[in-house]
């Protein structure tokens, strides 16, 4: 049983270009949910999606967007890149939206 | 709005000794709280939850926690650390009286376990 994946590991981005990042969750697992973990800082909680719909949303502009697909999995778009979004990109996924979260091995962003 | 804190940075053991990792939480209602640890250059992998019932909940590779609800406080513990446990750890705590709310994190406590 494959657990959280993640595309691609690594990234390194310019300012001001667009990014796309990938997720597919736990099997039997409907809600992800992505996270943006800066050095030395705790995930920080971007939004959420379960039945392909943004259901929770955390402190972040609307350069960070995303899509569910009907398969459960996930996209995380980040527009117009600054400096300060250099990070790791996790995404978690759990079924439903109480239920424990697990976690990708995330993606490295750097913008450059 | 919920919280959690994690008051120390690193916590440094000796091999074979016992470990407490603290962990201290900030929520309007009764507290849903996780910890997960995160090796180097990995996501984070779930070690155990508190929801309900009894206070004391043992979860993966011989960690445990207790809850301590007067003291809003969810101390992560282990009886005999090993070096392969260093690592970071982190508390996080969901309000589930407050609707769909996110899991809240904590900085994170850099674990250090000496041979």
């Known amino acids: 049983d494959a657990g959280v994946t993640q595309s691609p590991t690594h990234l390194i981005k310019t300012r001001g270009q667009q990014v796309t990042l990938r997720c597919s969750p736990k099997?039997?697992?409907?809600?992800v949910s992505w996270y943006q973990q800066a050095l030395g800082q705790g995930p920080q909680f971007i939004f959420q999606?379960?039945?392909?719909?943004?259901?929770q949303r955390g402190n972040f502009p609307d350069r960070f967007s995303g899509h569910q697909f009907p398969n459960y999995s996930s996209e995380l778009n980040v527009n117009a890149l600054l400096l300060g979004d250099s990070a790791l990109y996790l995404c978690?996924?759990?079924?439903?939206?109480?239920?424990?979260?697990?976690f990708g091995p995330g993606t490295r962003l750097t913008v450059l | 709005a919920q919280s959690v804190a994690q008051p120390e940075d690193q916590v440094n053991v000796a091999e074979g000794n016992p470990l407490t990792v603290k962990c201290t939480y900030s929520?309007?209602?009764?507290?849903?709280l996780f910890w997960y640890v995160q090796y180097p250059n990995r996501g984070l992998q779930f070690l155990l939850k508190y929801i309900t019932g009894d206070n004391l909940v043992k979860g993966s590779y011989g960690f445990e926690a207790e809850f301590n609800k007067s003291q809003t406080s969810f101390h992560l513990k282990k009886p005999s650390a090993l070096v392969s446990d260093s690592a970071l750890y982190f508390c996080?705590?969901?309000?589930?009286?407050?609707?769909?709310?996110?899991?809240?994190f904590g900085k994170g406590t850099r674990l250090s376990v000496i041979a």
């Open positions: 996080a705590v969901r309000d589930p009286n407050s609707g769909n709310t996110p899991l809240v």
């Open positions: 929520v309007s209602g009764n507290p849903y």
């Open positions: 978690a996924s759990s079924f439903e939206v109480f239920h424990e979260q697990f």
């Open positions: 999606y379960y039945e392909e719909e943004e259901r």
């Open positions: 099997s039997g697992h409907d809600t």
